[in-house]
């Protein structure tokens, strides 16, 4: 009843544009690897199972089955509240170095049951609640792009920081509606209202680093085309890098989207994550969410690294010993 035909992961079904073979095929392994978790997740009989099927997937897009994994267990707590709950329990073992990528699924099913998200909220983490609003708007982008890339609709239900968090995920699926094209998403990201804009790039660069394709001319592009929000790009590049450190599947575009993008390596742009995430205040007016996020990005305003002049950041503190992981 709730499966979903790998065709959906096609640009041919999707309508996405294609300027390049390889990185739409690139980008549809992403879709595919997404919808193999989905399923295992329906089909699997226990958690530890559903573990070690998710960790025979290639490293590299590992990340990917477990978002799918998520959607997956999130829709069952949801269409099943009286029974045994899935999401949490998953998420507290064999996910547990997955939580950035599990929480972006548990948004999707959110989109795909046209639920509250401000009611769902509860049901996440404190602190990383908001990715599942992130997945809400991924999806938004994915599967309904006419109305939210060309016309710029957002969710009725949405409301205050909610809507910035959907278009951080709206951000993430131009990566693929535009087929990663660093020449266009410029263009396509200016469409929108300039307050939309910053969150918009925040999402563009989590994906570029996380899903990858181009090659480091085409990263230092879209650098430059990011221009005065080339921090917000940054801030996404550094989540991506810190989510890829905890499940011990660092890639090599990750690597280099952080060397070209933050003028940093990944160990250093996963440490400053952390870092950012110490002490966070209590949610109030400004989410704590939002308060890691401008840490990161005040970072790079700070050194000036992005639009110009790039240099390595110093001072950057190394997380403690023992320190919380948030990602």
Same mark, same amino acid.
């Given at each position: 009843?709730?499966?979903?035909?790998?065709?959906?992961?096609?640009?041919?079904?999707?309508?996405?544009?294609?300027?390049?073979?390889?990185?739409?095929?690139?980008?549809?392994?992403?879709?595919?690897?997404?919808?193999?978790?989905?399923?295992?997740?329906?089909?699997?009989?226990? $958690?530890?199972? @559903? =573990? &070690?099927? !998710?960790?025979? #997937? %290639?490293?590299?897009?590992?990340?990917?089955?477990?978002?799918?994994?998520?959607?997956?267990?999130?829709?069952?707590?949801?269409?099943?509240?009286?029974?045994?709950?899935?999401?949490?329990?998953?998420?507290?073992?064999?996910?547990?170095?997955?939580?950035?990528?599990?929480?972006?699924?548990?948004?999707?099913?959110?989109?795909?049951?046209?639920?509250?998200?401000?009611?769902?909220?509860?049901?996440?983490?404190?602190?990383?609640?908001?990715?599942?609003?992130?997945?809400?708007?991924?999806?938004?982008?994915?599967?309904?792009?006419?109305?939210?890339?060309?016309?710029?609709?957002?969710?009725?239900?949405?409301?205050?920081?909610?809507?910035?968090?959907? $278009?951080?995920? @709206? =951000? &993430?699926? !131009?990566?693929? #509606? %535009?087929?990663?094209?660093?020449?266009?998403?410029?263009?396509?990201?200016?469409?929108?209202?300039?307050?939309?804009?910053?969150?918009?790039?925040?999402?563009?660069?989590?994906?570029?680093?996380?899903?990858?394709?181009?090659?480091?001319?085409?990263?230092?592009?879209?650098?430059?085309?990011?221009?005065?929000?080339?921090?917000?790009?940054?801030?996404?590049?550094?989540?991506?890098?810190?989510?890829?450190?905890?499940?011990?599947?660092?890639?090599?575009?990750?690597?280099?989207?952080?060397?070209?993008?933050?003028?940093?390596?990944?160990?250093?742009?996963?440490?400053?994550?952390?870092?950012?995430?110490?002490?966070?205040?209590?949610?109030?007016?400004?989410?704590?969410?939002?308060?890691?996020?401008?840490?990161?990005?005040?970072?790079?305003?700070?050194?000036?690294?992005?639009?110009?002049?790039?240099?390595?950041?110093?001072?950057?503190?190394?997380?403690?010993?023992?320190?919380?992981?948030?990602?």
């Amino acid at each position: 009843m709730f499966g979903i035909s790998a065709e959906e992961a096609t640009f041919s079904r999707r309508g996405f544009r294609s300027h390049d073979d390889s990185l739409r095929l690139r980008l549809e392994q992403v879709g595919q690897t997404f919808l193999e978790g989905y399923h295992a997740a329906l089909e699997a009989e226990g $958690d530890a199972a @559903l =573990g &070690r099927r !998710l960790d025979s #997937v %290639e490293a590299e897009v590992r990340g990917f089955a477990y978002e799918g994994a998520g959607m997956a267990l999130a829709l069952l707590d949801f269409v099943k509240p009286w029974g045994r709950k899935r999401f949490r329990p998953f998420l507290a073992g064999p996910g547990s170095a997955h939580q950035y990528m599990m929480h972006v699924g548990a948004g999707w099913a959110l989109a795909r049951l046209r639920r509250d998200p401000s009611k769902a909220l509860t049901e996440f983490d404190p602190l990383l609640r908001w990715l599942a609003i992130d997945g809400y708007g991924f999806h938004e982008g994915y599967f309904r792009w006419p109305a939210s890339v060309v016309l710029h609709k957002l969710p009725r239900r949405l409301s205050g920081y909610a809507r910035r968090a959907f $278009d951080q995920g @709206l =951000g &993430r699926s !131009l990566w693929f #509606v %535009e087929g990663a094209d660093v020449e266009r998403l410029p263009t396509t990201v200016a469409t929108f209202a300039e307050e939309r804009q910053p969150d918009l790039w925040s999402g563009v660069g989590l994906a570029c680093a996380y899903a990858g394709g181009p090659d480091a001319d085409g990263i230092d592009a879209l650098r430059v085309g990011a221009g005065r929000f080339s921090t917000h790009l940054a801030q996404g590049v550094v989540f991506a890098a810190a989510a890829r450190q905890q499940a011990g599947n660092m890639a090599e575009h990750t690597r280099m989207a952080c060397r070209v993008v933050c003028d940093l390596t990944a160990e250093a742009a996963a440490a400053l994550a952390s870092s950012a995430a110490q002490q966070l205040p209590l949610d109030r007016d400004v989410p704590a969410y939002e308060v890691w996020r401008r840490r990161i990005a005040n970072e790079f305003t700070r050194s000036g690294v992005g639009a110009g002049r790039r240099r390595t950041l110093s001072g950057v503190a190394q997380p403690r010993a023992g320190a919380l992981s948030v990602l």
